[in-house]
């Protein structure tokens, strides 16, 4: 509301909570049925993995992706194989692994 007159977006990490739970409201009310593409702050492969348990089953990338350089596709992939490996799991394993606790 402070900023009402202003013209412009807000984009990155402040967004993250907001679309994580957008992503987990919108699994849930299609019983994840429908391939959600999560975006909105995912500066890591953390914030990769907490969209995919969410039900994001594609990532994008945009502000990290400008301010990090193409280098963070890399780093984010590598962290994604590190962790899963590690857990003997793959991308569909986890995908709306948060609904099934």
């Known amino acids: 509301p402070q900023n009402v007159s202003q ?3 807000l984009s990155g990490p402040p967004v993250f909570p907001l679309a994580l739970q957008k992503v987990r ?7 994840g049925k429908i391939p959600i593409i999560g975006c909105g702050g995912i500066s890591n492969a953390e914030d ?7 039900g994001a ?5 945009y502000t990290a992706l400008g301010y990090q350089g193409p280098s ?7 962290g994604l194989v590190d962790t899963l490996e590690k857990e003997g799991k793959t991308w569909p394993d986890i995908v709306g692994a948060d609904h099934r606790k």
Do not use: M, P, R
């Open 48 to 54: 990769a993995l907490a969209f995919g348990k969410a």
């Open 25 to 31: 409201e919108f699994y849930a009310l299609t019983n």
């Open 7 to 9: 013209t412009g977006g």
């Open 72 to 78: 963070i596709v890399y780093d984010i992939k590598k």
């Open 57 to 61: 089953s594609l990532i994008q990338l």
